[in-house]
């Protein structure tokens, strides 16, 4: 049955946004759903429901899309990703956290219903536990894209404790889609990988072999956000980022697991800058709160997440699915 919202997602030509407005468009209706990104050439991917071109500061358009749409959800994706924040840390404060302000205010200006922004394990640092990082723990990020991502959930959960505005979130681990290439995160090497396997290239992976990250599979992702937004009100108690744990692998474990179905396929690891930045993160979470407060639980695990990526990338090439 269609539901009544009219959903706006900010930042969707990535990769999370292309799986997410998918799934939008299934549960609420095409017609439901308007996509916005500040590249307008993504717009190829949105045929199926609304597309707006949108910068978010450029916050007199946005509310223009809102009243033009009658838009009572957001969810507010634009960002610069971990590995890429590092190269100008100024510039990605003012895109994550300016940004969220900016989308925060319009938000509670315009009355929008519920906004979703996510946060990530990124918000850890090196003085934080690493196995069964807790929800409640020592908060010490060591990146900027960490910084803001701290600071963000603050921000939201001012905003709904002052003005009642009903922002949710979660701290994603990294996610790993088949749709698109990864916009410059940590642990886009859990996506690369499975291209170059596909297409018959060695890989050369960034992380030391041994490296174990929590890592989500994006229908897994999606799913999560979609259970979190349905929940009625009273059951979200944590208004920072909710801790998910989807599954945790090192790039030797991926690795093996492709060689299931490319027994040829060839990686040597050659770690850069972004080891560093992985060490600092959690190898497994703790989302015991998550599982209680709205029963999050994830379904795909490293074997079944990989036979379903291999096959949907057998299935197109590569330059047809990306821009
Ligand atoms: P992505 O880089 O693939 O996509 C981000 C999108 O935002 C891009 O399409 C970009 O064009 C758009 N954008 C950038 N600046 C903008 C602006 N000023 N106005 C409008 N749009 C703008 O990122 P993603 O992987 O899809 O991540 C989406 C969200 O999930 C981000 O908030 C990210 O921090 C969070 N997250 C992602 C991961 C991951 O592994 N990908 C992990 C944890 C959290």
């Not at 033009?68 to 994706?77: A, D, P, S």
């Not at 956000?225 to 991926?254: C, H, W």
């Not at 795909?300 to 821009?323: A, Q, R, V, W």
Request: glycine share 8%; charged share 25%; proline share 5%.
């Amino acid at each position: 049955m269609l539901e009544r919202n009219r959903i706006l997602v900010i930042g969707a030509g990535g990769q999370l946004g292309r799986e997410l407005c998918r799934t939008l468009a299934a549960v609420f209706g095409e017609d439901a759903v308007v996509a916005s990104d500040i590249r307008e050439e993504v717009r190829t991917h949105f045929s199926y429901c609304h597309f707006e071109p949108l910068n978010i500061f450029a916050p007199d358009r946005m509310d223009r899309i809102i009243q033009g749409h009658n838009i009572t959800q957001i969810y507010h994706l634009a960002a610069i990703l971990s590995a890429d924040g590092e190269v100008d840390p100024h510039a990605t404060w003012q895109v994550n956290l300016d940004g969220l302000l900016l989308v925060l205010e319009t938000a509670r200006r315009m009355k929008i219903e519920k906004l979703f922004w996510p946060s990530s394990i990124a918000v850890f640092g090196g003085n934080t536990e690493k196995k069964g990082t807790r929800q409640h723990t020592v908060i010490q990020p060591n990146t900027v894209y960490g910084i803001a991502k701290s600071a963000g959930e603050l921000w939201c959960r001012y905003y709904h404790k002052k003005y009642g505005l009903d922002v949710r979130s979660l701290r994603y681990p990294g996610l790993i889609g088949h749709r698109s290439l990864p916009g410059g995160g940590t642990t886009d090497y859990a996506v690369d990988i499975f291209h170059h396997a596909v297409q018959g290239r060695p890989y050369t992976c960034y992380l030391e072999r041994d490296m174990r990250l929590p890592m989500m599979y994006m229908p897994d992702a999606v799913k999560a956000a979609l259970d979190l937004m349905r929940e009625p009100e009273e059951k979200i108690k944590v208004r920072t980022g909710y801790n998910i744990q989807g599954m945790s692998f090192t790039p030797l474990e991926v690795y093996e697991s492709i060689l299931r179905f490319y027994p040829k396929f060839k990686v040597r690891f050659r770690p850069d800058f972004r080891q560093k930045i992985a060490e600092n993160w959690p190898r497994k979470v703790d989302d015991s709160l998550a599982r209680n407060d709205w029963g999050w639980n994830p379904k795909y695990d490293l074997d079944f997440m990989t036979e379903d990526i291999l096959n949907h990338l057998e299935k197109g090439p590569l330059s047809k699915i990306i821009i």
